[in-house]
């Protein structure tokens, strides 16, 4: 389970400093389709450990999708003008 936490100070650097550049979304989504095979094979031979550390799996790659998506399209926003730094995200 710590091998899917592993990436999480770099997102949270990111999310930081707003650069997404260091963020591989690729391997994320490489990784959550392994995560959802290993859901349907922990279903399949109905083995909890199986299926409990898939789905922990799973929710960090979408966490980590999600933060580089908000990440990327913040940076848009401030490139249209329609960003202000008021919002106060962070």
Not at 26 to 38: F, P, S
Not at 58 to 77: P, S
């Amino acid at each position: 389970m710590v091998a899917f936490i592993a990436p999480a100070p770099i997102v949270a650097n990111a999310m930081h400093t707003l650069d997404s550049t260091r963020l591989a979304p690729n391997a994320y989504r490489a990784q959550a389709a392994c995560n959802v095979l290993g859901i349907a094979y922990g279903i399949q031979i109905l083995n909890m450990a199986v299926l409990i550390t898939n789905m922990f799996g799973l929710a960090c790659q979408i966490l980590f999708l999600v933060a580089e998506h908000f990440i990327r399209n913040l940076g848009q926003l401030a490139s249209n003008g329609t960003f202000h730094s008021s919002w106060g995200f962070f």
